[in-house]
C-alpha cells in the first residue's frame, strides 16, 4: 500500500470520530521541539519543525495488526461462551483496547524490554507472542498455563520466556515494580561489578507498564511517576483511559476528569495523548515513546482514550450504570469495526478477504479451546510447591556454621555486628543494593566529605556509602510502599535489595506490596518469578518515649503470611548470623531489629568471621531448666532470662528457649523442652489476644496436651497500645515482673 494510503486512512479515522471526541488529531502531542530565539533583524526566520511522519505500513502489516486485533476480541468472546458453558470460572476482556495494545507490541521487544501489563492486555500479550492456547490454558485453570500454572484468574498475564512479569489482581501494584525493574537496568549501568555478575540487561532496554483511568487514583500511581522522572528510567506508562472504573466514571475518580493535566508538572516526562482506538495513530505515539525511552531521555506517558464495549467482568453489568446512548456512541468507535471498515474501503482488503481472516482465527481459536479444555488442571498435592524457593533452603545444614565459630576483636553491639554483616556481604556479592529513608551518609556527594555521615537514625548503615558508593547505598523518598515495590523490580532482575523500613510503625504503606505483591510472586507464578528481598525494620517498645508510634511490634500480621521469612534476633551475634542468612537465601524475608536491643551490653558480641550463618527455625537454648518451659523472643528473651534466676531463688527450675525466627520456628526445640519440664509459658511483646504465642500455646495444647501437667500460659502486652509516660508504658509492656508472676502461678497449679 503506497504512503498516500496510509495517510489517507489516519486521516479519515480521526475524521470518523465526533467532534467532542478525544481523538488523535486533537490530543496527540508533536514532538518536543527546542526553543527558538528571537530573530536577528534583516534575517529569515527559521522554518517550522518538521512534524513526525506518519507510520510506513506494508498491506501485510495492516493485516497481521487487524487479525491480532480480532484474535484478541474473538478470545474475550470464546471465554465469555465458556463461562456461560461453566466450563471456565471467570472472565475479564480487553475489548475495545486492541488498538493502542497492538501499537505498543509492534514497538517493543519480546524478551529484550520488560512487561508489567494489566488485565486488559490481551493484545499486547498476543501481539509480543503468546498464544491463543496459552491464553485458553489459563481460562481452564490448567496446569501447563506459563502465566501461572492453574493459580491465577484469566488475564492475570505472565510469560518468563516473554519478560511478562506475572501480574496480580490489586490495580497500580505493578508500577513501582516496573520502576523498579527499570531501576535494576540503571544501576547496572553505573556498578561495573554488575555487568558480568547479571545477565539479560541491554543498554537501552525499556520497561513497559499499563494501568487504566481509575488506578491513576492510587498513591502508587503517584509514587512510581516521582522516581521514574527523578532517576530519568526508560518506563513507558501507558494509561488506557475507557472512562470507567468499573461502574465510577472518570469525572469521579479525577480531578478535572483527566489526569494528564495533573501531571503536567512532573519533569523529564515525555506525555502524549493519542485516540487508542485508531491502530496508525496509536503505532505513531507509541513510537515516539518507546523512542524516547531508548535514547535514555526518560520516561514516556501515553494517555490512550479506549473504549469498554462490554462490562468491567462478567461478575457486572455496565446497563446497571451506564446509559444505552453512552453504550451506542463508544459502539461507534469499535477499533476492530472502524479499522476493518478502512482497509476494504482504502482497498487494502476485500470483505471475502477479511471474512477469510477472521475464519481462520475462529478456527484456531476453536481448536485451542478444545486443547485447553482437555488439559489437566494442576494435582491437588502441588498447592503447596513454591511457597518457598525450592533449590535454597534456609533451615538446612547449609546455612549452619553457628557451631564452633571463632569469634574475635572487642566485643560490639547488635548495632556493630549487623554493619558489620552489611559490609561483609555487601563485599562478596555486587548485586546487593542498600536503601531507604536516611539511610546513606550524606546524598549531597559534594559534602560527603564535610560531614560525619547520617547511616540511618540508629546508625546501622554507617559508612557503607562512603565504602560502596552511591549507586548500591542511597536513600528513597518517603515512602514505604515505594520502597518495597521498587526492591521487587529489582530482585525480579536478579540483584538482592536489603531494604530499610525506618519504624516498623510506618510499615503499613508498604503492607499492599508485602502481602499481596512480594510473599506471593513466586507462588503465583508457579516458580517462573521470584523476588528475594530482604526488608530491614526497627521495631518494638521499651524506649521510654517511644509512645504509639515508635513502639509498635504487629509480628502476627506477617508471620501469617505464607512465602514470608521472618526473622526477630535477640542479641548482637544472633543478628549477624541470621541477617546473612535472609541475604543468602531466596526467599522474601521480614528481618526485625529490636531497637531496645540495639546497644544494649547484656546482648554484645565479639565478631563472628565472614560465613557465620545461622540457620531459619533454628531456636536457641539459653537456659537449661526442668520445671518450665518459656518460649519467647526478642527483647522478652532477657526479661524472661531474668525472671529465670529470681524464680531459681524460689526454688523453680526454668529453661528459656529463644525462637530466633518466627516463620519458620523451630517446633522441634519447643516440643523437646516441654516434653522435659511438662509446662509451658509463652512470652512476647506483642497485645496478648491474637498475637504470635496464640499460635505456639494452641500448637503445644493439640499435639504435647499428654505431656502437659498445666495450662499453657501467656504473657503479652495489654491488648491496648503503648503510651508516652514511662510509668504507661511500664504497665502495658511485659516486664520481668509479670513474667515471674506467670513463672509462679503455673508451677504452683
Given at each position: ?389 525450592p533449590t535454597v533452603d534456609p533451615t538446612s545444614a547449609e546455612f549452619d556454621t553457628e557451631e564452633k565459630a571463632e569469634l574475635s576483636g572487642n566485643p560490639g553491639t547488635m548495632v556493630d555486628l549487623i554493619n558489620r554483616c552489611l559490609h561483609t556481604e555487601m563485599k562478596r556479592d555486587p548485586r546487593i543494593l542498600v536503601f531507604g529513608e536516611d539511610i546513606a551518609d550524606c546524598s549531597r556527594e559534594e559534602s560527603l566529605d564535610l560531614v560525619k555521615g547520617k547511616g540511618g537514625v540508629f546508625k546501622v548503615t554507617a559508612n557503607l556509602q562512603r565504602d560502596f558508593g552511591s549507586a548500591r547505598v542511597f536513600n528513597s523518598p518517603l515512602a514505604e510502599a515505594n520502597i518495597v515495590g ?264
Amino acid at each position: 500500500m503506497s504512503d498516500t494510503k496510509v495517510l489517507r486512512l489516519v486521516k479519515k479515522s480521526e475524521n470518523d470520530l465526533p467532534e467532542k471526541a478525544f481523538t488523535a488529531k486533537a490530543m496527540a502531542s508533536p514532538e518536543p521541539k527546542p526553543a527558538r530565539a528571537a530573530a536577528p533583524a534583516m534575517k529569515p526566520v527559521p522554518p517550522r519543525a518538521r512534524q513526525p511522519e506518519k507510520p510506513k505500513l506494508s498491506r501485510e502489516q495492516m493485516l497481521k495488526i487487524f487479525r491480532t486485533m480480532y484474535q484478541s476480541r474473538r478470545l474475550d468472546d470464546k471465554e465469555i461462551q465458556m463461562k456461560g458453558q461453566n466450563r471456565i470460572f471467570f472472565q475479564i476482556s480487553g475489548a475495545g483496547h486492541e488498538a493502542i495494545l497492538v501499537a505498543a507490541g509492534m514497538c517493543l521487544k519480546p524478551g529484550y524490554d520488560w512487561f508489567y501489563p494489566y488485565y486488559r492486555d490481551r493484545a499486547l500479550c498476543l501481539e509480543l507472542g503468546m498464544t491463543p492456547l496459552e491464553m485458553l490454558l489459563q481460562s481452564v485453570g490448567a496446569e501447563a498455563d506459563p502465566n501461572s500454572h492453574g493459580r491465577q484468574m484469566p488475564s492475570h498475564w505472565g510469560h518468563k520466556k516473554l519478560n511478562i512479569v506475572s501480574q496480580s489482581s490489586p490495580t497500580g501494584t505493578q508500577l513501582l515494580q516496573a520502576v523498579g525493574c527499570a531501576e535494576a537496568g540503571y544501576r547496572v549501568k553505573l556498578i561495573k561489578e554488575l555487568k558480568k555478575r547479571v545477565k539479560n540487561f541491554h543498554n537501552d532496554e525499556v520497561v513497559y507498564v499499563s494501568l487504566g483511568d481509575g488506578t491513576t487514583s492510587e498513591g502508587e500511581f503517584w509514587e512510581a511517576l516521582n522516581t521514574a522522572c527523578n532517576l530519568k528510567l526508560p518506563v513507558v506508562f501507558l494509561l488506557e483511559d475507557n472512562g470507567y472504573a468499573i461502574s465510577v466514571p472518570v469525572e469521579v475518580q479525577t480531578a478535572g476528569g483527566d489526569v494528564s493535566r495533573l501531571i503536567s508538572g512532573f519533569p523529564n516526562l515525555y506525555r502524549q495523548r493519542c485516540d487508542g482506538t485508531d491502530p496508525i495513530a496509536s503505532l505513531q505515539t507509541m513510537r515516539r515513546a518507546v523512542d524516547n525511552c531508548r535514547k535514555g531521555r526518560g520516561p514516556s506517558f501515553v494517555h490512550a482514550k479506549v473504549i469498554r464495549p462490554y462490562s468491567h467482568s462478567l461478575s457486572d453489568d455496565e446497563k446497571l450504570y451506564r446509559c444505552e446512548a453512552e453504550r451506542v456512541e463508544d459502539a461507534e468507535h469499535d477499533p476492530l469495526k472502524r479499522f476493518g471498515a478502512l482497509l476494504v474501503e482504502e482497498g487494502v482488503a476485500s470483505q471475502d478477504e477479511l471474512q477469510q481472516l477472521k475464519d481462520e482465527v475462529d478456527r484456531e481459536i476453536n481448536e485451542a479451546a478444545d486443547v485447553a479444555l482437555a488439559s489437566p488442571q494442576p494435582a491437588p498435592e502441588t498447592a503447596t510447591d513454591f511457597v518457598y524457593s525450592p533449590t535454597v533452603d534456609p533451615t538446612s545444614a547449609e546455612f549452619d556454621t553457628e557451631e564452633k565459630a571463632e569469634l574475635s576483636g572487642n566485643p560490639g553491639t547488635m548495632v556493630d555486628l549487623i554493619n558489620r554483616c552489611l559490609h561483609t556481604e555487601m563485599k562478596r556479592d555486587p548485586r546487593i543494593l542498600v536503601f531507604g529513608e536516611d539511610i546513606a551518609d550524606c546524598s549531597r556527594e559534594e559534602s560527603l566529605d564535610l560531614v560525619k555521615g547520617k547511616g540511618g537514625v540508629f546508625k546501622v548503615t554507617a559508612n557503607l556509602q562512603r565504602d560502596f558508593g552511591s549507586a548500591r547505598v542511597f536513600n528513597s523518598p518517603l515512602a514505604e510502599a515505594n520502597i518495597v515495590g521498587r526492591a521487587i523490580g529489582m530482585a525480579t532482575r536478579g540483584l538482592k535489595p536489603v531494604a530499610e523500613i525506618q519504624f516498623f510503625d510506618y510499615i503499613w504503606p508498604a503492607f499492599h506490596q508485602i502481602r499481596n505483591e512480594l510473599a506471593l510472586m513466586r507462588w503465583r507464578s508457579g516458580n517462573e518469578f521470584s523476588a528475594p528481598v530482604v526488608m530491614r525494620v526497627p521495631v518494638g517498645g521499651y524506649l521510654k518515649g517511644g509512645a504509639i508510634y515508635h513502639s509498635q511490634s504487629g509480628t502476627s500480621l506477617f508471620t501469617q503470611i505464607p512465602g514470608l521469612r521472618v526473622v526477630y534476633p535477640s542479641n548482637a551475634l544472633d543478628a549477624n548470623g541470621l541477617l546473612r542468612t535472609s541475604i543468602r537465601c531466596d526467599d522474601p524475608v521480614l528481618f526485625l531489629e529490636h531497637k531496645h536491643l540495639y546497644r544494649q551490653t547484656y546482648n554484645k558480641s565479639a565478631y563472628p568471621p565472614d560465613d557465620f550463618m545461622i540457620p531459619f527455625g533454628k531456636a536457641k537454648k539459653v537456659r537449661e531448666g526442668t520445671d518450665l518451659s518459656i518460649i519467647t523472643y526478642g527483647a522478652l528473651v532477657q526479661r524472661s532470662l531474668v525472671a529465670a534466676k529470681q524464680a531459681e531463688q524460689q526454688g523453680i527450675s526454668v529453661e528459656v528457649i529463644d525462637l530466633r525466627s518466627l516463620s519458620p520456628y523451630d517446633w522441634n526445640a519447643i516440643a523437646e523442652s516441654v516434653k522435659k519440664t511438662s509446662r509451658a509459658i509463652v512470652a512476647h511483646e506483642d497485645s496478648l489476644s491474637f498475637g504470635y504465642g496464640a499460635e505456639i500455646a494452641a500448637r503445644i495444647s493439640d499435639e504435647l496436651f499428654a505431656h502437659l501437667d498445666a495450662p499453657v500460659r501467656r504473657v503479652g502486652a495489654l491488648d491496648t497500645f503503648v503510651g508516652y509516660a514511662p510509668q504507661l508504658e511500664d504497665a502495658i509492656l511485659p516486664q520481668v515482673a509479670d513474667v515471674l508472676k506467670a513463672i509462679g502461678e503455673l508451677r504452683s497449679y
